[in-house]
């Protein structure tokens, strides 16, 4: 096995009993990045030397026995989460020169945790996507097949990790973002509850939706990382005071016992790709095998849940990207007056789909429209949050699709946005009701395309859906399969 093969957890021991040392993995990992990224474009930034000190500080940390849980593990972080000293673009033209002057949370926690940060990850330009093509600066390509979409709008994070280019990301979930990209390239993607996870300096896109979370090659990974960046943080309002837990304590009980919901909105739906069906509904046979049982379930709003987000998400984009305008920071394009400025800066620095969204949230907040658009929009939001209290009653946790096909060809949706948005169906429900959502390989399409398992719990119960996804990981093997790259 080579070194950036390594998972987290395989590398930490390794680590730890000096059997490598964090300047070799980091190596291999930017060898690794230096020779499979150009086919790939995951990256925006690959921060080498920051890289390579934080690996020797690492290994000087291992010689005293000092180590942390992540010390010495190479991890790249999505393009809209703070880094001191090392631009933070969100993949736009309008942040292409923006060097914040703090780190988010998060970066410190995985850094307090002794990660070795190498690199910065594409995605959608402010995270406005699910396919990873509507980046500023290039696309993202699917390692199992380099002219498919990674998924998005984390596919960066999600392809870097399936290609071994990092041992682990960090990427962030509005309406599906980590868990979507996960199940198009073969990883495990985890969106843990709102408030779970801290986000102060996660550049907002949608603020009452959007959530930071892992993804890794494979469950115990995710717990690890999950363990490192949850917590409160008295610099986010939204951040819950609530105790993190072990979460590789769960991991090892079985799910014997354990009550599985199916809704029958999503195993009924019309646009399901058959292969994606067939996949799922054998990870809830093998489910049941293991000692779990299924009741049907109902999530009645679900029908209402695209139109409800793509109200709220807009509305809430509108709002938070009035501040690009040229005077604050980012790109500045002079004009003849303050108006004609702020109409050429924004012109110039926002792509299609961030102005199609700003357009639509602007619309649905305007005198007039508010009650009929944005207030009708939080009470179906309401209702959906109800459907999985309800639902939650009955069961554990929920076991679904995660997107209703697999991996699409690169252009093939890209002037439809309806169906780009319709492929977002069955994860942005977990975001209006800021529930935590993981996704875990589940097997492949007959030409070898991923699908994904999606298991959905309670508020604050993470540690339920990685005991589920670790019982059904160990007893596949769609986890251990590599792109041939």
Not at 180 to 186: F, L, V
Not at 250 to 277: C, H, N, Q, T, W
Request: glycine letters at 10%.
């Amino acid at each position: 096995m080579e070194l950036y093969e390594l998972t987290v957890g395989q590398a930490a021991r390794l680590l730890r009993d000096r059997e490598i040392t964090s300047s070799d993995i980091t190596r291999a990992v930017l060898e690794r990045i230096e020779a499979c990224d150009g086919r790939i474009g995951a990256y925006l930034a690959v921060t080498a030397d920051l890289a390579l000190a934080q690996a020797a500080a690492a290994d000087q940390a291992i010689a005293r026995g000092a180590a942390g849980p992540l010390t010495g593990v190479p991890i790249a972080v999505k393009d809209l989460i703070c880094t001191a000293g090392v631009a933070t673009t969100c993949g736009s033209r309008i942040l292409e020169h923006f060097i914040p002057p703090y780190d988010a949370t998060v970066i410190r926690r995985i850094t307090d945790a002794g990660a070795v940060l190498v690199g910065k990850l594409n995605m959608d330009e402010f995270a406005m996507g699910s396919t990873c093509e509507h980046s500023a600066f290039q696309p993202t390509r699917n390692p199992w097949h380099l002219d498919l979409i990674p998924g998005g709008s984390s596919g960066g994070s999600a392809a870097a990790v399936s290609a071994d280019m990092c041992l682990a990301a960090l990427g962030s979930d509005t309406g599906g973002s980590i868990r979507q990209p996960a199940a198009h390239c073969g990883v495990v993607g985890l969106k843990p509850t709102y408030g779970r996870v801290s986000r102060y300096g996660l550049v907002a896109f949608a603020s009452s939706l959007d959530q930071i979370g892992p993804l890794t090659k494979d469950v115990t990974d995710s717990a690890l990382v999950l363990g490192a960046i949850a917590g409160h943080d008295p610099a986010d309002s939204t951040s819950v005071p609530r105790d993190v837990p072990d979460y590789t304590t769960f991991l090892e009980s079985g799910i014997k016992g354990m009550r599985l919901g199916l809704p029958r909105e999503y195993y009924g739906l019309d646009g399901l790709d058959g292969e994606v069906a067939a996949a799922v509904r054998a990870a809830v046979a093998k489910l049941e095998e293991m000692g779990a049982t299924t009741v049907e379930v109902s999530l009645p709003h679900t029908d209402y849940a695209v139109a409800a987000y793509y109200i709220i998400a807009p509305a809430e984009a509108s709002s938070n990207l009035a501040r690009y305008d040229g005077v604050k920071y980012g790109m500045r394009n002079p004009g003849k007056s303050l108006v004609e400025m702020y109409r050429r800066t924004r012109s110039a620095g926002f792509g299609a789909e961030v102005q199609r969204r700003i357009l639509i949230g602007t619309y649905c907040l305007s005198a007039g429209y508010y009650d009929a658009y944005y207030r009708k929009a939080s009470q179906v939001r309401t209702l959906i949050g109800r459907d999985f209290e309800e639902a939650f009653t009955r069961c554990d946790a929920i076991v679904a699709p995660v997107t209703p096909t697999a991996a699409f060809a690169i252009g093939e949706k890209v002037d439809d946005p309806l169906q780009m948005y319709l492929s977002d169906i069955f994860t942005l429900s977990a975001n209006m009701a800021g529930i935590p959502g993981l996704s875990v390989p589940c097997g492949f399409t007959a030409d070898g395309r991923p699908i994904g398992l999606q298991l959905l719990g309670r508020h604050f119960d993470e540690g339920t859906l990685l005991r589920l996804a670790y019982n059904f990981e160990q007893a596949t093997d769609f986890h251990r399969r590599k792109p041939f790259l």
